[in-house]
């Protein structure tokens, strides 16, 4: 896709969690290359000791995940950083609706280049969206 249908970002941190190393790569190199600073974590607990020592604008959070599942970090990030978006990435839609109620944003992992990118730069750019705003 060309780099001209996509928002100019403004330069923030975003932390992705996600238990797939491929994953957080391909977030990481897609996110960098649009001028955003990157901090990955491959476990809820690696990504919950992260955000409570650096500033992070957005967090992108993988839903499937070993000993805390998306729903658990989303709820201890609340806790820690209640104003920081959580994008909620997945590769169903069938997320309860509590965990749905904890997020900013639910992108399915098959869209995650085309939403990826606009769901960042409408949630950092324009604050937190009212729950249930979704790209689902």
């Known amino acids: 896709m060309p780099l001209s249908v996509y928002p100019d970002p403004p330069s923030g941190v975003v932390l992705c969690i996600d238990d797939n190393q491929d994953v957080l790569e391909c977030e990481r190199v897609f996110l960098e290359s649009f001028g955003y600073t990157v901090l990955t974590a491959c476990s809820g607990g690696i990504g919950l000791e ?22 658990e970090v989303a709820m201890e990030m609340r806790r820690l950083r209640p104003q920081t978006p959580i994008i909620l990435l997945t590769e169903t839609v069938n997320v309860p609706q509590p965990t749905l109620k904890l997020v900013d944003a639910l992108v399915t992992k098959n869209c995650l280049a085309s939403q990826l990118l606009t769901t960042i730069a ?9 729950p249930h705003s979704y790209d689902a």
Do not use: E, K, W
């Not at 409408?122 to 009212?130: K, Q, S």
């Open 50 to 71: 992260l955000a409570s020592v650096h500033s992070i604008d957005v967090i992108v959070l993988d839903y499937f995940m070993p000993t805390m599942n998306g729903q």
């Open 122 to 130: 409408h949630l950092y750019g324009c604050g937190r969206v009212p």
